[in-house]
């Protein structure tokens, strides 16, 4: 007995490790994503500046598209994305389940 729940702690303790590796990729491409839109009439003005609404929209999109809940939040020229993924413990009784949980910020920022 004691050496299945030893095992079962292993493999759940894997799964969980995985997950929150996993969110933190899904969080920083997401973030990456939406900093990617920037507001065109800015930058023919020559001003660095996130279409903040495009930049909240593929950042959700992306997370949408990958199966991960999660917050974004888009600030002038930063983007800031927390991806939430629920693990549930398949070898340990009581049915117990983990959040996985990873933020990502990207800022946009000019070259030199």
């Known amino acids: 007995m004691g050496m299945t729940a030893l095992i079962g702690l292993v493999l759940d303790g894997g799964r969980a ?5 996993d969110c933190f990729g899904v969080a ?6 939406g900093a990617q839109e920037l507001d065109a009439s800015a930058a023919v003005a020559g001003e660095l500046r996130l279409d903040e609404t ?14 991960v809940d999660g917050t974004v939040s888009v600030a002038e020229r930063q983007v800031t994305v927390t991806a939430v993924r629920q693990v549930d413990f398949l070898m340990l ?7 996985a949980t990873a933020t990502s910020r990207v800022t946009q920022e000019r070259a030199p």
């Open 17 to 21: 490790q995985r997950a929150q590796s």
């Open 93 to 99: 009784p009581g049915g117990v389940t983990l959040d």
């Open 54 to 67: 495009m930049a909240s929209l593929a950042a959700s999109s992306y997370l949408a598209d990958h199966g």
């Open 28 to 33: 920083a491409a997401a973030a990456r994503a």
